[in-house]
């Protein structure tokens, strides 16, 4: 089975901090996402990336910013957290982009800014 | 743009009872996902959908997809208090990157 990893499974930040969230992956997968997930909004996809070095971003990625290093990892910025970044994020990893056996996401990680 | 709309947003039901979760999405697909996320967990794949007419079973859920209307369904036989959780579709975008949206999410809450 495909293993993704966050590092943390809670974060307590304080406003201004420079955050890294941390997502690895052990299944080769090229293709690897960072979403958000909000009551009442669902997942919103802030940034994802088809190859090494390659990124795109997602539908909110205004005060974000990823790395991607090495194909097992990617990183998700928070260059400078705010309150309103206070939220549950989730990673995923995928052999084929919104392939045929959908996403696979590791176990979020809860982050509150204060 | 699409846009994945799911309802009901909660949902309330009896032990064995029946119900329909809606899954809506406004623009052609061919890829619908139905994922479950237990409270504090990560989302679980439950069932991955690649054509019109797909339909799938596990247990007490059935899912289905019809491109035509644009809409899935994820129906839920005789409920048991196990199957209390929240249930997301998300559809494929398609294009080059055809990355996953999601619907906003069932609350599904079985009593005894």
């Keep these: 089975d495909v293993k993704v990893t966050q590092s943390s499974r809670y974060l307590v930040k304080r406003t201004g901090e420079k955050v890294f969230l941390e997502c690895v992956q052990d299944m080769d997968h090229e293709n690897m996402f960072w979403y958000r997930q909000d009551p009442g909004l669902g997942l919103r996809l802030i940034y994802f990336s088809y190859d090494v070095k390659m990124k795109e971003k997602g539908d909110i990625p205004e005060g974000y910013s990823v790395s991607r290093e090495k194909k097992e990892r990617f990183s998700l910025i928070l260059e400078s957290a705010s309150t309103n970044q206070t939220s549950m994020y989730l990673c995923a990893s995928s052999l084929y982009l919104g392939g045929r056996n959908g996403y696979t996401f590791g176990s979020g990680t809860r982050l509150t800014v204060v | ?112």
């Design chain 2, 1 to 112: 743009e699409l846009k994945v709309e799911q309802n009901p947003l909660f949902l309330s039901m009896q032990e064995g009872k029946n119900y329909t979760i809606y899954c809506n999405y406004s623009t052609t697909s061919d890829r619908l996902y139905w994922y479950r996320q237990d409270p504090g967990k990560s989302l679980e794949s439950l069932f991955v959908l690649l054509s019109n007419g797909a339909v799938k079973q596990e247990g007490r859920l059935m899912a289905s997809l019809d491109t035509k209307a644009r809409l899935s369904t994820l129906h839920i036989t005789a409920a048991v208090h196990d199957l209390s959780a929240t249930y997301f579709c998300a559809v494929g975008s398609g294009g080059a990157t055809n990355k996953l949206i999601f619907g906003t999410g069932t609350l599904l809450a079985v009593q005894p």
